[in-house]
């Protein structure tokens, strides 16, 4: 059972453009929603995350707009470069009460590459 | 400070072999997880550890033993390898299970024939 669910699969984006991955999650428990980015050959490392108390969150060129009722957040990335290109994961956790002990729910992943 | 590190990178096995993969972090991080990495499948929780001497499964435990007797270190054993099981294992750590950030090590790619 996929419960984040993660779109494009892969994305082409040119320099300078907006580069826009989507994430949908079933669980209304999830309260954090963090975005990682992995470079090849390496492991995923934090990119930027939101609590769903917030409708948006802004970090340098990146950005993360929230959608609690619609169960949707995204990842923004404005002024896409090169340097850019990875991979982008969106993932969920409760880290706030239950028992799940802050259990990392995973995307699918999306191939974002930049051509210069 | 080297943070997560897994031995080895690379690694190729024959079925029904079995291994172990190493994990060590030394931040003094209490919880620390095991996750496999296949195309279009994201990143899947096999097993993870709250503390030394506590472990519990994840999504895709079937295959895999953990053990944790100590904070450092987190080895995942693969009891006697399938082709299924070719991916790419990420192990990662977080200070204890409420801290926001996972910090992970470089992977171990690891081919079974």
């Known amino acids: 059972q996929q419960q984040v669910k993660q779109s494009p699969q892969s994305l082409i984006v040119q320099k300078g453009g907006i580069s826009i991955i989507n994430c949908a999650y079933e669980?209304?428990?999830?309260?954090?929603f963090p975005w990682y980015q992995q470079f090849p050959g390496k492991g995923p490392a934090l990119l930027i995350a939101i609590r769903p108390d917030v409708s948006e969150k802004k970090e340098g060129r990146f950005t993360i707009s929230f959608n609690k009722s619609a169960k949707q957040f995204s990842l923004h990335i404005m002024d896409s470069q090169p340097g850019d290109s990875a991979t982008y994961f969106c993932a969920a956790s409760i880290l706030l009460g239950g028992t799940s002990y802050g259990k990392l729910t995973f995307g699918q992943g999306t191939i974002l590459t930049v051509h210069p | 400070n080297a943070g997560v590190t897994q031995t080895p990178k690379f690694q190729v096995l024959k079925t029904g072999q079995s291994m172990t993969l190493q994990c060590a972090q030394d931040m003094n991080h209490e919880y620390m997880s095991w996750y496999r990495q296949d195309p279009g499948m994201g990143l899947r929780l096999i097993h993870y550890s709250v503390g030394a001497g506590i472990t519990d499964q994840g999504e895709v435990p079937n295959g895999y033993n953990v053990s944790r007797s100590t904070t450092e270190d987190f080895p995942l054993r693969l009891l006697s390898a399938a082709p299924s099981q070719t991916s790419v294992y990420f192990c990662a750590s977080r200070r204890t299970f409420r801290d926001t950030e996972a910090f992970f090590g470089q992977g171990t790619r690891l081919t079974v024939v």
């Open positions: 669980n209304t428990a999830f309260d954090y």
